[in-house]
């Protein structure tokens, strides 16, 4: 088994910061691809940003210039740096990771989420 787990949500006001991190750990193999989607009630998960094992990256139109995607992959981890937060980022943001597990299947997985919270 495979697990995503995801920190660093929480509360901040407009036009600040926030770092989520997630961490891949269990029975891995290899990590492929790993992003961030976020969700708001009554509306479909979209993706917010995406690396490759390469270090490629992709972002959605609404967040570019404002969150960097990184990851460490010696550590199994992404990061997403937010800055200059609205109010219209609010959501529960999930990690996403492409993984071949060490019996060499592939899978997507998903962490539980973070609520990111942007108020004044």
């Known amino acids: 088994q495979v697990q995503l787990v995801e920190s660093g949500g929480g509360l901040v006001q407009p036009g600040g910061s926030l770092r989520l991190s997630c961490v891949a750990s269990?029975?891995?193999?290899?990590?492929?691809?790993m992003g961030w989607y976020r969700q708001v009630p009554a509306k479909q998960r979209e993706l917010v940003a995406v690396?490759?094992?390469?270090?490629?990256?992709n972002y959605a139109d609404s967040v570019k210039g404002r969150f960097t995607i990184s990851r460490d992959n010696a550590k199994n981890t992404v990061y997403l740096q937010m800055n200059s937060l609205k109010p219209e980022d609010t959501a529960v943001y999930y990690c996403?990771?492409?993984?071949?597990?060490?019996?060499?299947?592939?899978?997507?997985?998903w962490g539980q989420g973070t609520q990111v919270t942007v108020s004044s």
């Open positions: 996403n990771a492409d993984v071949t597990t060490i019996v060499h299947i592939r899978y997507n997985y």
């Open positions: 269990g029975s891995i193999f290899s990590v492929h691809a």
């Open positions: 690396i490759t094992s390469g270090g490629s990256t």
